[in-house]
């Protein structure tokens, strides 16, 4: 599994002109889910989303996570995250997961990150088109490939 991470001021989710999901201070976050991935992959990735120290303390250093500083996330499915793009000029997205597989583990993440956060989080809506709205804080954005941990 791959996540774009980004700290935000706020953003938001829109389908068809409709808001799906917003928040204020927290973590929106871009899943792609890979054909290889397993359940270990997303409870690694969950922890490890929820416990990042990427929040400034008092002092103004990030000491605090997401959870500390009672933020909201919203995950949203991002399949070109697995874009391959050596060959050519048409990315091939072959190692991300078809939708029989990716579609539970999208759900499974999302069911797993509210367990480990402590409450619902915002999602957009798997394989629609949406408008994805932010205002990054910082900017804080760190990429996350659950492939790449240390064992």
């Given amino acids: 599994m791959r996540v774009v991470l980004q700290r935000v001021q706020e953003a938001s989710v829109r389908i068809d002109g409709q808001v799906k999901a917003a928040i204020n201070k927290g973590l929106l976050l871009l899943l792609g889910v890979e054909a290889a991935d397993t359940v270990e992959d997303i409870d690694w990735l969950c922890n490890k989303i929820v416990g990042l120290r990427i929040f400034s303390d008092n002092d103004g250093k990030m000491n605090l996570s997401v959870k500390d500083v009672e933020g ?16 050519g ?27 480990v956060l402590g409450k619902a989080v915002g999602t957009g809506q798997f394989g629609a088109d949406m408008q994805v709205s932010l205002t990054n804080d910082g900017p804080v954005t760190i990429i996350i490939d659950s492939k790449q941990r240390a064992f």
């Fill in 72 to 87: 909201d996330i919203i995950v949203v499915s991002q399949f070109t995250l697995h874009a391959n793009i050596k060959k």
């Fill in 89 to 115: 000029t048409r990315p091939s997205f072959i190692k991300a997961a078809k939708p029989d597989k990716a579609i539970p583990m999208y759900e499974q993440f999302v069911e797993q990150i509210q367990k």
